[in-house]
């Protein structure tokens, strides 16, 4: 029995075969970015116990707890610090002082179930002493604005920063509606900068919810020799929206050596008659492989992230239904291994060998 296999002993009431289930608990399953510190922040919800969901159903929060994410068969997963775009600059940079501290609590008070991990060797250890690697995580660069040498200021357990969010910032324009009421769409002179600092740093830049004109001046100047993500999204060429990547900026991703993690949020995923289930999800990550190769898509779901999934990725059991409908496709046990964790796998080792 692997030390996976002795981690993951643990039942949910799965929708997802008995095969799918054993291969779960064999491969690598690595989610790109969760929100489950977001409920705990709210209302004190506690992610060490185990939940029956959210005070909504499926929608929005308690969607994850480490109970589940065990069940599940999830190893490890970008945990993130979700920042509060309406806060002063210098009180986003104490509040985000504050909310590490907060998750150090977590992790110390998990009685060695929960690890911070800084590169793949960190997380081998983790794994290999069956435990939940944590790797740490902003969404929203504008957390740091205010930081005394901007994202140099950052710790180095800092795996990844989501350079814009759902607002405009210092930085540059976001992706969503709120674009419009900034002229400029682009990286802004301290934009640039900061993809600089992260790069320095070998901070993951994540290029979720930037507007395409960031996008592409993020990447001219980002290094070459160290690859840039983006952790939870869909794909245009499936459902045209303007959170989801188009085809141009999937491949330039790829051509990159990184990887593009496919989110669970249905608004995102689901085009006209597409059934409310598993098959949205794949679907993206179908079209990601028919670009640029099954090298590149991962599983990003940002759950407890104030999303709605579809009934049966709702909780800890998402991994394991979307690894059944995989192998319902006829994909390969390497395909799956790829997606599920060993695509970013491979880029984590290119960003801190």
Not at 282 to 287: F, G, R, V
Not at 337 to 347: A, E
């Amino acid at each position: 029995m692997t030390k996976k296999s002795q981690r993951s002993s643990a039942q949910l009431n799965l929708d997802a075969s008995t095969t799918a289930l054993t291969l779960c608990r064999e491969i690598e399953i690595i989610d790109l970015h969760i929100d489950t510190f977001i409920p705990h922040r709210l209302w004190g919800y506690n992610p060490l116990i185990s939940h029956n969901g959210g005070p909504f159903g499926r929608h929005f929060f308690g969607h994850l707890d480490l109970p589940r994410m065990t069940a599940g068969g999830l190893n490890a997963a970008m945990w993130s610090i979700t920042t509060n775009p309406f806060r002063k600059a210098k009180a986003r940079w104490t509040t985000f002082e504050k909310n590490l501290n907060r998750l150090k609590e977590i992790v110390n008070k998990s009685d060695g179930q929960l690890q911070f991990v800084r590169n793949p060797l960190e997380y081998r250890d983790a794994i290999d002493n069956s435990r939940h690697a944590v790797l740490l995580s902003i969404q929203g660069g504008n957390a740091f604005e205010a930081a005394p040498d901007g994202a140099l200021s950052l710790p180095n357990l800092m795996t990844r920063v989501t350079l814009i969010h759902l607002t405009n910032a210092r930085f540059g324009a976001t992706s969503s509606p709120d674009h419009l009421w900034r002229s400029q769409k682009g990286l802004s002179k301290t934009g640039f900068e900061c993809v600089e600092q992260l790069n320095h740093k070998r901070i993951f830049v994540d290029l979720a919810h930037i507007h395409p004109r960031g996008f592409w001046d993020a990447l001219a100047i980002h290094r070459n020799d160290i690859p840039p993500i983006v952790t939870h999204t869909g794909v245009s060429g499936v459902r045209k929206h303007w959170r989801n990547l188009d085809d141009s900026q999937i491949k330039a991703i790829a051509e990159r050596g990184g990887v593009i993690g496919v989110i669970f949020a249905a608004n995102f995923l689901r085009r006209r008659d597409m059934p409310n289930n598993a098959e949205m999800v794949i679907e993206h990550i179908e079209h990601i492989i028919k670009i640029a190769g099954e090298d590149v898509p991962a599983i990003g779901s940002d759950l407890d992230g104030a999303i709605s999934p579809p009934p049966d990725l709702a909780n800890g059991s998402a991994y394991a239904r979307i690894v059944d409908v995989m192998l319902q496709k006829g994909w390969s046990e390497d395909r799956i291994k790829k997606i599920c964790g060993d695509n970013f796998l491979r880029s984590w080792k290119c960003l801190r060998p």
